[in-house]
């Protein structure tokens, strides 16, 4: 069957410009990879992939990631494990 509809999506261009970079290491257009993510939602009946909400526990990790200067240092990786044994 002709491929015949056409598709227009707004993507950042430095993620569309790395997409485009490691398709071309696998030997695919975007239109090719696009064709093949198209047809996979239609044979799963859904997204090829799973999507999940964070639980509490990781959005607490993400809100202290965003603040560094709360997170502990240590000197070396001995400290480190025995801070994480406790």
């Keep these: ?8 999506v707004r993507i950042e261009p430095k993620v569309k410009k790395e997409a ?11 239109s090719q990879a696009i064709d093949i ?3 996979q939602i239609a ?3 859904g997204l090829p992939f799973e999507l999940k909400l964070p639980n509490p526990e990781t959005i607490a990790a993400i809100n202290e990631a965003k603040h560094p200067e709360n997170l502990p240092a240590f ?4 400290e480190l494990f025995d ?3 406790s």
């Design 83 to 85: 801070d994480l044994e």
């Design 43 to 45: 044979v799963q009946r």
């Design 20 to 30: 485009e970079r490691v398709l071309k290491e696998l030997g695919l257009t975007a």
């Design 37 to 39: 993510y198209y047809r």
């Design 75 to 78: 000197q070396d990786t001995d």
């Design 1 to 8: 069957m002709p491929k015949t509809a056409v598709v227009t």
